[in-house]
Each structure stands twice: as structure tokens, then as C-alpha cells.
């Protein structure tokens, strides 16, 4: 705890407008920083700019106003290959909807972000994908296809591939929009391995309280501006939890 | 819960004598219903005097404390009837907060928007120590404690969504009229017009 913070990811007056017609202000000025290790939540209601929030973070889109940093690095100085390089050798994605290719085996999924650089990796692409899918309980799995899986299981592969990278940030969003309660805390808690043991920065954005509590932060995003931010936890919660569970 | 109940419960499980109930009530509830042995014994000696349980013989060289106790028939009747009877619960707890905000619309200084806030950060946080409690807790030996938690975390789920339908219905909250004293007649009737 009293080691020195660092900050990996800042975003400052981070605007996008899209001018399909009419012009949306998606986002308006957002500032936010997150810590080396840290695990942050953005929650807001849909059409807050959540996603398109965590997509300037992940330099998948470009924002119309202000810089994202990314461990010191402006990543707007970043193009082509350069920016691709970045994005890869720092990030890794969890999607709502899985985004695994159904016509590979989980273990070609988790794969397959590192296949087109198979010759230039270092190790056994093959061997560390199997140990992911065996970090998230999956490993018996591993030539099943995507549509022989729950959507609790291909979402587990769906953070085995984020990992395959081993990158220092995870992106994630909505990752339990798309499976039932159980199955989200398992992909939650999963990400929240992901921090405490694999000491990763993670970021996810939700409308879901419950996926939000299991945040050591949370920034409040409302109609593209954030609105608020706080830290969870602490003496004063867990004494109110003593409470609500009668046991104070 | 009441004491009475889960002794009767237990015993109907197997006859035994009071300090083995307290650990069966541990390996059955958790620890967090822990109770002292002096309540179980009185506990045991009122159910004892309402014919719900009876002491079984005991043998010569046995002392007090090792007396096993049996239920009876009405014991069983009257275990039968709790199970079979719903239990309500208390939802005057939200009320405080129901207060706090609605008195915010009209008397300032802070507005309701930052009430609710205020409110949403602290459910949160009692959230996230339930969901890490519930990350520590081991499914295999500790389900009833992990269900329990569980139970704390839905509820305050749902705490935090009635939080977000007042907020998307502040505007309208906003419109209501401010509260106004209306003066009730009292003592000697008025005599002249009143407005």
C-alpha cells in the first residue's frame, strides 16, 4: 500500500463529437487518471459515452479535442504501425459481446491477437494460450468452438485472449452484459485477478452496480462529462456492511 | 432468528444436549449466529416447561450439562407451523434516507442531486467490501455465510437502482408543490372568515 503510486493512463479534456447529420457530443471534456495496478470502473447510463470513453483509452478511435497518455506516452503522436505496435504491446480487450471467431477453437481464440506475429514471439504462443485457458478454468475446453461454450465460458476466453499479450492495461466493456449473474461475478472476479495477481491496470465500464463495486474506483459519467468519482471501501463501509448484515 | 426455533430445529435433527447444539448451530448458521450457553440453557429449560422438549433418561454418572434433550410431539407441531409461517421483513430502514432527500427539494442547501449522490458513493463502497467478503468466502465450506452476503449485495443492488430511478425522476420531483403548514382549527371554533 505505501509504495509510490504511478500513473499509467491519463486522459485530459478527452472530447469526441460525431457529425453523422447531426452533430453528437458523445463526450465533453473528460479528465481522468488511473493508477499503475489500479482497478476503475466507469459506470453511467447507456449513452453516457462509456464505451466511447474506454475506446479513446484503447486508441480504437481518435478523439476530436485532448490527449490520452498511456504511461507517459502521448498516444495522438502514435499512427499506423506505430499506433498498432502501441495497442499491442499494451492492451488488452474484453468486449460485450465476446468476439470470438466461431470457426476457431478456444485455444486458437485466445491465439489468435499473437498469430500474425507467431515468428517474432519469443515462446510457445500455443503453450501460453493453454496456460491461460488453464488460469481461467477453461483448459479441458480448449478445442471446443466457440458455439459448444456458455457464454460465461467464452467470455473467460474472451479474457484469456486479453491476456495473451501480457498487457499492462485491460480494457473492458460491459464484459457481463451478455451472460447471466453467476457467470458475471466469475468473469468479474476473474479481472479482479487479473489486477491483484497479475498486477495489470484494469479498466471497465458498466451501468451495473454490481460489476462497479468490485472497483477500487469509480468515475460517474453523465452525458459525456464526468460527474463524480470515488474509492471504494474502507472502515466506515465495511462498519455499514457489519449493519446491514445484523451483525453490528 | 429466534433461539427457540433453531433448538427445535436441531433437535428434531438429532437428540442432543446443549453444548453440542451451540456447535451444531455454528456448523449449520456460521459463526455470525453464535450465541452464549447460558441462552441455550434457558432456552432448552422454557421449551422443557412448554412440553416442546423432554430430557432424556440420563445415566447415573452423567452430569446436568450432558442431560440430551428429545422433542416432543407438540415440539415437532410447533416446528412444522414456523417453517410453514412466512417471515416479513423490515423495510423501515430506507426511510432515513427517503427523509433526507425529499426534504432536500425545498430547504437547501444542498441539492438533491448531491444527496443522491452522496448516497450512491457510500452504497457502492458497502458493495464493494460485500463483494470482497464474498470473493473470500469458500464456496465449499462456507455457502450459507456466501448466501447471506449474497443477499446483502441484491439488496443493496436494488437500493442503488431505486437511487437511479429518483434521479432520473428528479426534474419531476422538482415540480412538486413545496410543502405548506395548513392550520387545523383548534381550541374555540374561529368566528370570522378564515383564508
Known sequence: ?248 | MTVKHTLLALLNHTSTHGYELRGLMEAALGDHWVINTGQIYSTLSRLERDGLVVRQPASVDEAAERTAYELTQDGRAELEHWYHEPLSRDYRLRDAFHAKLMLSFFSGPVPPGEVLQAQRRELLSEMHELTSMRAEADPARELPWLLLLEGAIMHLEADLRWLDMCQARLNELRQMPTPRHISRPRGRPPTGETS
Open chain 1, 1 to 248: 500500500m505505501s509504495e509510490p503510486t504511478e500513473t499509467m493512463i491519463i486522459a485530459e479534456g478527452l472530447t469526441k463529437i460525431y457529425t453523422d447529420g447531426t452533430e453528437v457530443r458523445a463526450l465533453d471534456g473528460v479528465d481522468l487518471s488511473v493508477e499503475r495496478g489500479e482497478f476503475v470502473a466507469i459506470m453511467g447510463p447507456s449513452g453516457s459515452g462509456k464505451s466511447t470513453l474506454l475506446n479513446l483509452i484503447g486508441t480504437l478511435d481518435v478523439p476530436t479535442a485532448g490527449h490520452v497518455i498511456v504511461e507517459g506516452v502521448d498516444v495522438s503522436t502514435l499512427q499506423g504501425n506505430a499506433l498498432a505496435d502501441f495497442r499491442r504491446a499494451k492492451i488488452g480487450f474484453v468486449f460485450q459481446l465476446f468476439n470470438l471467431v466461431p470457426i476457431l477453437s478456444a485455444v486458437e481464440n485466445v491465439m489468435l491477437p499473437l498469430i500474425p506475429y507467431r515468428r517474432q514471439c519469443k515462446f510457445d504462443l500455443e503453450g501460453r494460450a493453454r496456460e491461460l485457458l488453464d488460469a481461467v478454468g477453461l483448459v479441458e475446453r480448449a478445442s471446443h468452438l466457440p458455439s459448444q461454450l456458455s457464454g460465461g465460458e467464452q467470455q473467460r476466453v474472451a479474457v484469456a485472449r486479453a491476456l495473451v499479450n501480457e498487457p499492462a492495461i485491460v480494457l473492458a466493456d460491459e464484459p457481463t452484459g451478455n451472460v447471466d449473474t453467476r457467470a458475471g461475478d466469475e468473469v468479474m472476479e476473474l479481472l479482479r485477478q487479473v489486477c491483484d495477481d497479475g498486477g495489470r491496470t484494469v479498466v471497465v465500464v458498466t451501468h451495473s452496480p454490481r460489476v462497479a463495486a468490485f472497483a477500487d474506483r469509480v468515475y460517474f459519467l453523465k452525458d459525456g462529462a464526468i460527474v463524480d468519482q470515488t474509492r471504494l471501501g474502507g472502515e466506515r463501509s465495511l462498519e455499514a456492511v457489519w449493519a446491514r448484515l445484523g451483525l453490528a
